[in-house]
């Protein structure tokens, strides 16, 4: 089991910067993958970044590479998504999801993840 809370999410101007946090309980945190994803009104929820559960390796969207970062912090049960550069279409929900079974294969797919936030909102201003 684990429960998985997100924050700092709010209203910023394009080009502006946010940091999201996604503060994990219960299962060891080292030992899992951990992915951001993110839904915006009226579209299916995609897959932002990903990060490995030793945090050496890190994946991303092609719409975000460049401006956003994951990171985690395994001391603290935490992981992060700096995000850079911000755009109107990053308008969206943002969701941190665990995955048990973490591969470069399925981390992209929602389906692969086994617990997911309740979600921070980003509204992204022109």
């Known amino acids: 089991q684990v429960q998985l809370v997100e924050s700092g999410g709010g209203l910023v101007q394009a080009g502006g910067s946010l940091r999201l946090s996604c503060a994990a309980s219960?299962?060891?945190?080292?030992?899992?993958?951990m992915g951001w994803f993110r839904q915006a009104p009226g579209k299916e929820r995609e897959f932002v970044a990903a990060?490995?559960?030793?945090?050496?390796?890190?994946y991303y969207a092609d719409s975000v590479k460049g401006r956003f970062t994951i990171s985690r912090d395994n001391a603290k049960n935490t992981l992060y998504l700096q995000m850079n550069s911000l755009k109107p279409e990053d308008t969206a929900i943002y969701y941190c999801?665990?995955?048990?079974?973490?591969?470069?294969?399925?981390?992209?797919?929602?389906?692969?993840?086994?617990?997911w936030g309740q979600g921070t909102h980003v509204t992204v201003s022109s």
């Open positions: 999801a665990a995955n048990f079974r973490f591969t470069i294969t399925t981390m992209t797919s929602r389906k692969s993840y086994d617990y």
């Open positions: 219960g299962r060891t945190f080292s030992s899992y993958g």
């Open positions: 990060i490995s559960a030793s945090g050496s390796s890190t």
